[in-house]
Structures are given as structure tokens and as C-alpha cells.
């Protein structure tokens, strides 16, 4: 319990920071390589103002969530693009998806991430979701800050 509460002091003093480059922080957003890339500048949580009218750029930092098929060991296909309707993220050296996170009903399953310019924001997974409600896709955007989105199933 003492080691613990050194660790939260030294972890509130940005110390632990500089040298862990996977954490998350207190809403369970994951801030990759926060410290660790200097070129990771936002890590805002983002929304999308009007969501009748969502505009090209809260679309492209959107993620899509496609519920596939069931696999016979029981495992669904989750796939998610960043972003939607056609309007894809880029993936360059100075501007990209840097990571992807994959919720079931709350809790974190797994995280992809990504180095600068070499790969799309894709991820696919094959989850177990007997009985599961939600599926949420966090992703990380270096410039644009951290997008959601969830699905019911
Ligand atoms: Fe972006």
C-alpha cells in the first residue's frame, strides 16, 4: 500500500510520466506516448457539436464500428476505420491516428498503436461478445485530440 501511494505522489509530480509512455488517465482515455512523442500534442477529449450536422473534420476523427460475423471458436469480428462515410483520416508523418482502443460494455478489451505515416487508423478484433450491450472505439488523433464512438448491440 505504501509502494502504491508513492507511486500515485510520484505519478502527480509527472516523474513517473517521463519514463511510462502507456498510461491511462483518470476519465480511461489512453494517452500513448504522451510524454514519450513530442509530436503527440492534443490529448482533448473530443465531440461532435451537432450530430445532425457533424462537420468533414469531426467525421474523418470519427471511428466506424462494423460488428461482423461470428467466428466458429465464438469469437465476433470488430472492425474500426478512422473515420466515416468515405472521409478518411490521413496518416502522414506529422498528422496521424495514433492509437485505437476497443471497449466492450466499459471495459478496456485491447489497444492498437500506431507509428507516424506508416498505416492507416484500422484496427480489427475478434472479441467474445455473448451478452455484451456496447462496443466503444477510442482513437487517438496527435493534432486533433481523442474521439469516441459506441454502438448498441
Ligand atoms: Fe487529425
Redesign the pocket.
Known amino acids: 500500500m505504501k509502494r502504491r501511494n508513492a507511486l500515485k505522489a510520484l505519478a502527480g509530480l509527472g516523474v513517473l510520466a517521463a519514463t511510462t509512455p502507456v498510461f491511462a488517465n483518470e476519465e480511461g482515455f489512453c494517452n500513448v506516448y504522451k510524454f514519450y512523442r513530442p509530436e503527440i500534442k492534443n490529448r482533448t477529449k473530443m465531440h461532435i457539436k451537432n450530430p445532425a450536422h457533424p462537420t468533414k473534420g469531426e467525421l ?2 470519427t471511428p466506424e464500428i462494423k460488428i461482423g460475423a461470428k467466428n466458429v471458436k465464438g469469437y465476433t469480428l470488430i472492425e474500426i476505420t478512422l473515420g466515416q462515410k468515405g472521409i478518411i ?2 496518416s502522414t508523418e506529422n ?1 496521424w ?1 495514433d492509437f485505437i482502443e476497443l471497449y466492450v460494455d466499459g471495459k478496456k478489451i485491447d489497444i492498437v498503436v500506431f507509428e507516424p505515416g506508416k498505416a492507416m487508423g484500422y484496427a480489427a478484433f475478434n472479441v467474445k461478445l455473448d451478452g455484451a450491450k456496447k462496443v466503444k472505439a477510442v482513437a487517438g ?4 485530440g481523442i474521439w469516441e464512438n459506441e454502438v448498441s448491440l
Open positions: 474523418k476523427h483520416h490521413p498528422h491516428i488523433c496527435n493534432i486533433h
